[in-house]
């Protein structure tokens, strides 16, 4: 990994062809660090959340789905405002400093709420934090990036990001096996390494001025390149994919319930996924430089298939089960910064932040249905049979989606 300092303040001088094929922006980097922070923080809690919400407060399954819903999708609410925002004004830093900071609040807010409402309205205030950063920081990644390396820049990101992932749940699996069932002390040591990650973007990461706001992009253009052609085809498959792509804690409350083992150590199921994840999320956005993201992108959703498929079987076992998180592992790596490498050079420069928080909004909003329709299947029809149906259902969406992105590799912006 190289930092390049093409991104320095005062600096507008580009770099030589050939100089850059190996080196990443400082800007990604430092982006890289505030969403490892912030993944320890988040992280910590949604290692927990799903057993505490069931076991500790007693949610049933219809309600933990339509928690897990509002965890998924509520961020779909200021996606879009977020990328807009980011575009139209020039402040992408402190467009994704509010959505940090209230991310951040939230982790403090865990401890007096108690009851469905409180915890409802503590995980849509964490969730709206989230919505508002993430376009914004995504086009700051790709404004610092060279577009032939956005793929191995977004995989550096996550990376970062993942290490963050993998540190979160060991950190509260610590403090569980330190005191069992003291989930108060998991939300305070997550609101310190939240409030951390802020104060590393607010004091390091430089504002770069998007093209947007040089050009002073109005409303109206947003919009109809948001919705025009080139993203069409994208937007569909990314919605019918999201559709069938069950929350992680469904997945990992199927396991539980299957091998029985101890509570305190479920945190470590999250730790199995992101040690994946990180290992392999900088090959893979290499890997779709060169071979064509949606195609890596296809191909990470039928890992998340696999997984299914496995986590649906009626005896597991140690070997099972890693294969089983090593395989959601890939699918996030496979996906998450592929997405947005994707649509970013779908979009011109002038709505790169707005093509990109289309996207996710799109994801968001899917995956929210997902997690209800999953919530409510469960309740019916138990976990296997549930993660059977939709393992089918996305056996016939992956095909699907593969054609839907046919070629769309070429008709990127120059």
């Given at each position: 990994m190289y930092v390049s300092l093409r991104d320095r303040p005062g600096s507008d001088k580009e770099p030589e062809s050939g100089s850059t094929v190996r080196r990443v922006s400082s800007t990604v980097i430092l982006l890289g660090v505030v969403s490892m922070l912030t993944d320890i923080s988040s992280e910590s809690v949604s290692s927990i959340l799903p057993l505490y919400l069931t076991a500790v407060v007693g949610l049933s399954p219809v309600a933990y789905g339509f928690l897990d819903g509002m965890y998924q999708g509520v961020s779909a609410l200021v996606?879009?405002?977020?990328?807009?925002?980011?575009?139209?004004?020039?402040?992408?830093?402190?467009?994704?400093?509010?959505?940090?900071?209230?991310?951040?609040?939230?982790?403090?807010?865990?401890?007096?709420?108690?009851?469905?409402?409180?915890?409802?309205?503590?995980?849509?205030?964490?969730?709206?934090?989230?919505?508002?950063?993430?376009?914004?920081?995504?086009?700051?990644?790709?404004?610092?990036?060279?577009?032939?390396m956005l793929g191995r820049a977004f995989g550096v990101h996550r990376t970062l990001d993942t290490i963050g992932a993998a540190i979160g749940p060991l950190v509260a699996f610590a403090l569980l096996a330190a005191v069992p069932g003291d989930y108060d002390s998991i939300f305070v040591?997550?609101?310190?390494?939240?409030?951390?990650?802020?104060?590393?973007?607010?004091?390091?990461?430089?504002?770069?001025?998007?093209?947007?706001?040089?050009?002073?992009?109005?409303?109206?253009?947003v919009l109809r390149e948001?919705?025009?052609?080139?993203?069409?085809?994208?937007?569909?498959?990314?919605?019918?994919?999201?559709?069938?792509t069950v929350g992680d804690g469904f997945l990992y409350l199927a396991l539980q319930e299957r091998d029985d083992f101890a509570a305190t150590y479920f945190p470590l199921l999250y730790v199995g996924t992101n040690v994946a994840y990180l290992a392999l999320a900088v090959p893979l956005g290499r890997l779709a430089d060169r071979v064509g993201r949606a195609k890596v992108l296809v191909a990470g959703h039928g890992a998340l298939l696999l997984s299914y498929l496995l986590a649906a079987l009626p005896a597991g076992g140690l070997g099972l089960t890693l294969t089983t998180l090593m395989l959601l592992g890939v699918f996030y790596a496979a996906t998450d910064g592929v997405l947005p490498a994707l649509i970013s050079r779908l979009v011109s420069e002038e709505t790169r932040g707005s093509g990109i928080a289309a996207a996710q909004t799109v994801v968001a909003l899917a995956r929210f249905a997902s997690s209800l329709l999953f919530g409510v299947y469960w309740s019916l029809q138990g976990p296997s049979q549930s993660l059977l149906v939709f393992g089918a259902l996305l056996a016939l969406a992956v095909p699907a989606a593969g054609w839907l992105l046919r070629g769309i590799d070429r008709a990127q912006v120059a």
């Amino acid at each position: 990994m190289y930092v390049s300092l093409r991104d320095r303040p005062g600096s507008d001088k580009e770099p030589e062809s050939g100089s850059t094929v190996r080196r990443v922006s400082s800007t990604v980097i430092l982006l890289g660090v505030v969403s490892m922070l912030t993944d320890i923080s988040s992280e910590s809690v949604s290692s927990i959340l799903p057993l505490y919400l069931t076991a500790v407060v007693g949610l049933s399954p219809v309600a933990y789905g339509f928690l897990d819903g509002m965890y998924q999708g509520v961020s779909a609410l200021v996606r879009l405002a977020g990328g807009y925002a980011a575009d139209r004004h020039g402040q992408p830093k402190w467009v994704a400093v509010l959505g940090y900071g209230a991310s951040a609040l939230s982790r403090i807010a865990l401890l007096p709420a108690a009851g469905f409402a409180a915890i409802t309205a503590v995980v849509t205030g964490d969730r709206l934090g989230k919505g508002l950063r993430t376009a914004p920081r995504d086009a700051l990644i790709a404004e610092s990036t060279d577009p032939k390396m956005l793929g191995r820049a977004f995989g550096v990101h996550r990376t970062l990001d993942t290490i963050g992932a993998a540190i979160g749940p060991l950190v509260a699996f610590a403090l569980l096996a330190a005191v069992p069932g003291d989930y108060d002390s998991i939300f305070v040591v997550s609101f310190a390494f939240a409030v951390v990650g802020v104060a590393v973007l607010v004091l390091f990461v430089p504002n770069l001025r998007t093209a947007a706001a040089k050009a002073r992009v109005g409303f109206r253009v947003v919009l109809r390149e948001v919705g025009g052609r080139k993203l069409r085809k994208p937007l569909i498959a990314a919605a019918v994919l999201g559709l069938l792509t069950v929350g992680d804690g469904f997945l990992y409350l199927a396991l539980q319930e299957r091998d029985d083992f101890a509570a305190t150590y479920f945190p470590l199921l999250y730790v199995g996924t992101n040690v994946a994840y990180l290992a392999l999320a900088v090959p893979l956005g290499r890997l779709a430089d060169r071979v064509g993201r949606a195609k890596v992108l296809v191909a990470g959703h039928g890992a998340l298939l696999l997984s299914y498929l496995l986590a649906a079987l009626p005896a597991g076992g140690l070997g099972l089960t890693l294969t089983t998180l090593m395989l959601l592992g890939v699918f996030y790596a496979a996906t998450d910064g592929v997405l947005p490498a994707l649509i970013s050079r779908l979009v011109s420069e002038e709505t790169r932040g707005s093509g990109i928080a289309a996207a996710q909004t799109v994801v968001a909003l899917a995956r929210f249905a997902s997690s209800l329709l999953f919530g409510v299947y469960w309740s019916l029809q138990g976990p296997s049979q549930s993660l059977l149906v939709f393992g089918a259902l996305l056996a016939l969406a992956v095909p699907a989606a593969g054609w839907l992105l046919r070629g769309i590799d070429r008709a990127q912006v120059a």
